[in-house]
């Protein structure tokens, strides 16, 4: 067991088991990982024995890619164009629920630093947790899951400025007035260097690597970690460099598709992450942490969703979304155990914090699962206690946002001339492309696109695609396409498709797959060249015209 081969090996297999169990109880797989790091600790198996700084070493990568996701994430377009609403409630939220917090922790005998730092925790919610639920329930295009969602993108923006600020605040030794300017000086100078950086050699550098995954996933860890370790070098922590690295990266065309491919190295550093904290909480300190764990979590579940239907209704939603919206806010965030890690590495913290976070985030991400599953069953169960106070006067219409009736899957021959078709019809499209070329020319012709692998199934979960009229492929690879047909299809059987295929065998298969209809090029090049010979003069002024018809295809 002294192999630390071994014991991640034992670790790992350990961890998919309770995983699977879990993943049966239709559980977020973050408890499976606490429990795992639980069985695994100094009080059951004592796997991590001998090697704890290598597996917090891990758990430090996972923190680093989390907010270098996070920074990447942040859409401040978004949070504009949900307008005030997004920003109120969220500023609201944090301020009632620490204030309260930090009164609640204070009566429980908590001394005052921890104290303000396990409020601060408890105040964010999970991004992560919300958004998959809000995504199995396909409720992110609700009215109450559109300002859910600019909620959270509120408290990430707020719990990134925090994260700076304990940064700022350790990164060198003192704290004097001084010494916080000197440091704001050198992060506003990087913070310029960086934003002329992204806009004007960022942008021709990853056009050069995109077409290259590999290349583009190797540059974007470079990145990650190079800013990270620059800043760190210049006397900030490494969080701070994380989450500068990302936002420099948040306007790219690429994010997407960056996004993407770093998510499962992250998802992989931060399971050990989570495994590490679950492996400090054992039996010897679970009977001090159980009182004000169960005390704080009955505070989050019963007092964030009040906090937040008083807001929205002041705000006049109606009472449904107003609830519905209040109700997804019902546990903590994986932010919280960030800012516990550093208040830990800042010597702040030395008691059980982390344990009685980590217990209140057991038990309120496992009720709230529930909470935001079956949010409607709750509702209607409540509504007579809300037709008490009277008839609710506010009306709301659950309008989805503008969708795109239609999208193509490559920029090249035929992919244009279907643009070409669509922008005639004056159809709202947009095209998806893996190529740096076929994106400089949508960029250019003012087409809306997005780049990414269409065989990327944490990509497509992005987009709306499947929520359209029609789809039209036209790459050659009939594995990427099967893949797209099999996502969208889950969701959407009146979509129609249209493929792609060289070959009779291909067309089959993807006909099996449920498309509509098979584009063959070579098919359809043979019937338009017989059709040309049966209608035209065979004569050098025929040739000289479709070649001159063809140049003009090969110019764009």
Known sequence: MDNIFIQLSLLLTITVGIAFVIRLLRQPLIIAYIFAGIICGPFILNILHGDHKIY?????????????????????????????????TGIGQIFFTGGLGIVLLLALNT?????????????????????????????????????????????????????????????EAGTGVETIIILLLKLLLIGVLLFLTSKYFLPKLLDKIANTSELLFLFTLTWCFGVASLLYLLGFSLEIGAIISGIALSSSPYQLQIASRIKPLRDFFLILFFIVLGSEMGFGSFSHVFAPAAIISIFILIGNPLILYILFRLLKFTR???????LTAAQVSEFGFVLLFAG??????QGNEVAIFTLVALITIFISSYLISYNEQIYRFLLPLFCLFGKDKRRQSDAVPKKY?????????????????????????????????????????????????????????????????????????????????????KSNKKVLIIANAYHKGDAKILYDHGVNFVMMPHFMGGHWISKVLRKEKWNTKT??????????????
């Open 405 to 489: 009736d239609a999208w193509i899957i490559g920029y090249h021959r035929i992919g244009i001339k279907v643009a070409e078709a669509l922008t005639c019809l004056k159809t709202n499209f947009s095209v998806i492309d893996f190529d740096p070329v076929a994106v400089g020319k949508l960029r250019k012709e003012k087409i809306p696109f997005y780049f990414g692998d269409i065989a990327d199934i944490e990509f497509l979960e992005e987009l709306s695609i499947a929520n359209t009229k029609m789809i039209i492929m036209t790459i050659p690879s009939v594995d990427d396409q099967i893949n797209l047909i099999k996502f969208v299809r």
């Open 56 to 88: 917090e070493t891990f758990a430090q990568f996972g923190i680093i890619l989390l907010l270098f996701i996070i920074g990447l994430n942040l859409n401040f377009r978004h949070l504009k164009s949900i307008g005030r609403v997004s920003f109120i």
């Open 111 to 171: 001394q005052l630093l921890p104290a303000l730092y396990l409020s601060l925790a408890i105040t964010f919610s999970s991004t992560i947790v919300i958004m998959k639920l809000l995504s199995d329930k396909k409720d992110t295009d609700t009215i109450y899951g559109r300002y859910t969602i600019g909620l959270m993108l509120v408290q990430d923006v707020i719990a990134v400025c925090l994260i700076i600020a304990l940064g700022l605040l350790r990164s």
């Open 543 to 556: 040739l000289s015209l479709l070649k001159t018809n063809q140049e003009k295809i090969f110019k764009n």
């Open 320 to 326: 449904r979304n107003s609830f519905l919206a209040g």
């Open 344 to 349: 830990r590495q800042a010597g702040h913290l």
